[in-house]
């Protein structure tokens, strides 16, 4: 368990908003912080809560891991790194990927090493005009961690991707949203509040099929295009099992709003 309120958990009617909680640490993240992450994750009824917003509490979404104090106990920092990454940053990565439900990432300031991969992990992704991301790693000779690598080259290109994990260097929000790396680049003050409406008005579709999409996204990049039609078909089945395709289809058949119900 990481320290006390390290994480922050607060259900908004249909949306559960994690907030990291270490501000005078810019939100640098433990590895039992993403322990905590990993189990609110599959702790989430999903027949109650529907979409998820992950923000940063102060000037900061997150500076990355918190190694300061970290010690060794005399092995060889590569391999506790390894260690860590696989027990604990890596399952909960996972597990974010693998959620039933969409999220939404609220990025206030710098999101930096894998709080820069964390961001960009969101479905939809809503950044201040101040805010950056920076792939740090390579200037004290480490390489990106937590998915780096794999997200980094989907949402911006290999180009502009491998430009950031090389040259170390900070990519303003703003550039950010011209490339299409992230959805949405608002004033500061508003980041959260575009965040929830977001959060809010997925949480209030049919959350099954949005799930299944977010699953068959980011999955199909890596896939041929029949192992793509073959995962579209059987999440078409799931889809079109759920209530709320009977639903949906009834509103349309009535030409009525549907009012989806996430089942």
């Known amino acids: 368990m990481s320290e006390e309120n390290a994480l922050l958990v607060e259900h908004v009617g249909k949306v559960a908003k994690i907030t990291l909680n270490r501000p005078d640490r810019m939100n640098a993240v433990t590895p039992d912080m993403f322990d905590d992450l990993r189990d609110i994750l ?4 999903t027949s109650k809560t529907r979409a998820v917003v992950i923000t940063g509490a102060g000037r900061a979404f997150c500076a990355g891991a918190d190694i300061s104090g970290r010690s060794f106990s005399g092995g060889k920092p590569g391999d506790a790194s390894r260690r860590s990454l696989e ?4 399952p909960a990565m996972l597990a974010l990927m693998s ?3 969409p999220v939404i990432t609220a990025v206030n300031g710098a999101a930096a090493g894998i709080g820069a991969t964390l961001a960009l992990s969101g479905d939809l992704i809503v950044a201040g005009k101040s805010a ?3 792939q740090a790693f390579v200037n004290i000779g480490l390489v990106p961690d937590g998915g780096g690598t794999w997200i980094l080259p989907k949402v911006m290109g290999l180009p502009r991707a491998m430009e950031a994990m090389l040259l170390g260097e900070r990519l303003p929000a703003e550039d950010a949203f011209a490339m299409g790396a992230i959805n949405r680049c608002v004033d500061d003050d508003k980041v959260i509040e575009e965040a929830m409406a977001l959060a809010e008005r997925l949480a209030s579709g049919p959350t099954v099929a949005i799930g299944q999409i977010r699953k068959l996204a980011r999955n199909a990049q890596g896939t ?3 192992d793509a039609m073959q995962a579209e078909a059987e999440a078409q089945q799931i889809a079109g099992n759920s209530q709320d395709f009977m639903i949906g289809a009834q509103a349309f ?4 709003k549907a009012e989806f119900k996430g089942k």
Do not use: C, E, Q, V
């Open 42 to 45: 599959a702790g989430i009824d």
């Open 87 to 90: 027990d604990h940053y890596n």
């Open 99 to 101: 959620a039933d439900i």
């Open 132 to 134: 950056y991301f920076l």
């Open 224 to 226: 041929s295009l029949a």
């Open 253 to 256: 058949a009535t030409k009525t």
